[in-house]
């Protein structure tokens, strides 16, 4: 049976990872112990890399693949959220140690992360237990010396004990991880470049951030509108600029610094308004903070969904209706998916395409893609390929994916599923039950040599938000 690409295993097998090696993979598996990304195997990248790897770790006896798949399995990676704050309102240390790779064996460890600044001595500040993630407020896992105002950078490092390994591998191991970058603001004369940093975003114009807007402070202009409390601003923040569209920080990299205002309007709307001020540029151990010409890099409404918005039409925007905000709308079509050639040779690899449009009024970030495709007589049985990938479509804008796939009989079909709404979402917009947000499309690949009733018989196995005349040629 065909079914819903949301609900068939993500499986791959190594043939069908064009382009894939020993070198590679061993590549992939050096950055994924540093950046911890892919962080997840059921989609893109980390798809392919989970099949090979599991094809390589089975097919030969290589230690040093087995090692580096042990270390890459559990990545622990820290990160400073809100990296500019003031003692009142310290940020935090996040660290992921979140299980990704699935190996023959278990790897499980406890890790002490220590830091240190320049030339001092190096301090535990977590102990870690593999597969979970660990935040904690930087005042609680800090010295106060290292909260003193201005700019600092920090060396990490985690001691990790693994609990259990195949034999002759180490039990113990000292990583280097990515060294910290953050600054502490205050009254006090050395942190005045911090604070002069981060006010950058309070007092810029929002007539340079919007067009259609007076020249007045962003401060003051959020203070003006009407729901506002008199004389209360919004509450400000710092951001790594990234999280605006990608709350979730996956795939992303952190360099870009926003400044944040944040306040809560009627009928339970959040309201935040991202400016970036500047951003980090990392030499070494070493960060220099550059500041920039402040812009805008996102506005957003939050209710059971989080909707970009332009920063003019938010006074207007935050009090209406949720259904009235700005929503992508996702489109796949029967003619949005080809076949090269389009009558394939039995058994001989074809170059699928997939186009996904997104004609909303608001960007998509995301956004769950499945293609799935089968070559059986009468449809049944295990898909020959399920690959899914993550994107992020802009509005009126589309992404092209591309995928091989051998047809066994010369004929088959090619399932495309597009889903707003999934563990990669990014809190859109959208009616869980309408077609706009999972739509769903079939293409008969080489419908000519296919038994009488294929492409019936293809459609009654369908399930989806179309109607199989409408999914199906």
């Known amino acids: 049976m065909v079914l819903p690409a949301a609900l068939v295993a993500v499986a791959l097998t190594a043939a069908q990872q064009p382009g894939w090696d020993r070198t590679r993979l061993v590549d992939a598996l050096d950055r994924m112990i540093v950046s ?57 240390l996040h660290v992921r140690a979140s299980r990704v790779l699935t190996l023959p064996w278990a790897v499980a460890f406890t890790a002490t992360l220590e830091a240190r600044p320049d030339s001092g001595a190096w301090r535990r500040v977590a102990r870690i237990p593999s597969g979970r993630d660990f935040t904690e ?119 870009d610094v926003c400044s944040v205002a944040a306040f809560q309007a009627p009928q339970g709307t959040v309201a935040e308004v991202w400016v970036k001020i500047g951003d980090v540029v990392i030499d070494g151990e070493q960060a220099r903070w550059a500041e920039s010409e402040p812009s805008l890099e996102g506005a957003f409404l939050r209710r059971s969904g989080r909707a970009p918005i332009r920063l003019a039409l938010l006074p207007t925007l935050v009090t209406a209706a949720e259904q009235a905000w700005p929503a992508p709308a996702l489109l796949v079509r029967p003619a949005d998916i080809t076949v090269n050639p389009a009558a394939p040779r039995p058994g001989r690899p074809v170059a699928l395409q997939v186009v996904v449009t997104n004609n909303g009024s608001a960007d998509a970030y995301g956004v769950t893609i499945d293609v799935l495709a089968g070559s059986t007589p009468d449809g049944t049985g295990r898909p020959i390929l399920h690959r899914r990938f993550i994107r992020d479509i802009p509005a009126g804008g589309q992404v092209e994916l591309t995928a091989e796939a051998a047809y066994p009989l010369g004929f088959g079909w090619i399932m495309a599923h597009a889903m707003l709404l999934s563990d990669h979402a990014e809190w859109p917009v959208t009616d869980p039950e309408s077609a706009v947000g999972q739509p769903v499309a079939i293409h008969i690949v080489n419908a000519a040599a296919a038994p009488q009733g294929y492409t019936a018989a293809i459609c009654r196995h369908a399930t989806g938000q179309a109607s199989c005349a409408a999914m199906a040629r």
């Open 137 to 255: 407020r930087l005042d609680r896992v800090f010295p106060r010396a290292w909260l003193s105002p201005g700019f600092h950078d920090l060396q990490v490092r985690a001691r990790i004990q693994y609990d259990a390994l195949p034999d002759g591998l180490p039990r113990e191991e000292t990583r280097a991880l990515p060294s910290l970058h953050y600054g502490v603001w205050s009254g006090a004369i050395e942190a005045r470049a911090v604070t002069r940093f981060v006010e950058r975003g309070r007092y810029v114009s929002v007539a340079r951030l919007d067009a259609g807007l007076p020249d007045v402070p962003l401060a003051i202009w959020l203070m003006q509108l009407p729901y506002a409390e008199p004389g209360v601003e919004a509450y400000w923040r710092t951001e790594w600029c990234t999280l605006a569209a990608h709350p979730s920080g996956e795939g992303q990299t952190f360099s």
């Open 36 to 92: 911890g990304e892919p962080r997840h195997v059921d989609h893109d990248e980390g798809q392919e890399l989970q099949a090979l790897l599991t094809t390589a770790l089975g097919r030969d006896d290589d230690p040093e693949l087995k090692s580096l798949a042990i270390r890459a399995a559990i990545p622990v990676v820290p990160r400073i959220d809100r990296p500019l704050f003031s003692l009142a309102d310290p940020g935090s």
